[in-house]
């Protein structure tokens, strides 16, 4: 049987978001009313959830962050703390641009190190890892390891998070040191190998 979903007292869940189960929300959190959020994840303290935001299953936040609206964090993301989302390109305190939310995707498996900060429209591939500080403002490919500001490719990881031995781009085949999964550089692209 599936442990249920926990929250620390001091977190407030509204009434209509879903938490799967084994998800626990630690200390001064908040959880909007319509936010969805899969099963085995873990909100560290000081966490806010909007109410468009897709969470899926095996999500670490820690402490800090604010995921906003029109946000979504495909399964095992892992979020440092303070992390940055953000939803509108252009705002201004006097002007409501709510209506020009610009969605931000987070593939399966990706890494965004502590106080890194996306640009709100922006899709980050399947197990990239992007370092901490970095502020991404661009599409980021899969596998892809990003720091900087603006964040630039510098190299590639493997799904289990260990840097690979390939070129920035042009041609090449890496093994995973831990894993021993072979990756494929093609142009700009990483695969698997089967």
Not at 22 to 43: D, M, N, P, Q, Y
Not at 45 to 66: A, H, L
Not at 67 to 94: I, K, M, Q
Request: hydrophobic share 40%; charged share 20%; proline share 4%.
């Amino acid at each position: 049987m599936d442990t249920p979903a926990w929250h620390h007292d001091s977190a407030i869940i509204d009434d209509g978001a879903q938490l799967g189960p084994g998800t626990k929300v630690w200390h001064f959190s908040h959880v909007c009313a319509g936010a969805r959020i899969g099963a085995g994840c873990s909100l560290g303290q000081n966490v806010f959830v909007g109410n468009d935001v897709v969470i899926g299953s095996g999500v670490k936040i820690q402490n800090n962050v604010s995921v906003y609206d029109a946000v979504t964090l495909e399964d095992d993301v892992f979020c440092g703390p303070s992390v940055v989302f953000t939803n509108v390109y252009n705002p201004r305190a006097a002007v409501s641009r709510k209506h020009e939310y610009l969605r931000t995707v987070v593939k399966r498996g990706a890494t965004l190190g502590a106080n890194c900060t996306l640009v709100c429209g922006t899709t980050v591939g399947e197990h990239a890892f992007v370092g901490a500080g970095s502020v991404v403002n661009r599409d980021v490919p899969a596998f892809a390891l990003m720091v900087g500001v603006p964040a630039r490719r510098i190299g590639w990881m493997s799904r289990h998070g260990e840097r690979l031995g390939l070129p920035v781009r042009g041609e090449g085949e890496a093994t995973c040191p831990a894993t021993g999964e072979r990756y494929r550089l093609v142009g700009d692209v990483v695969i698997m190998v089967e």
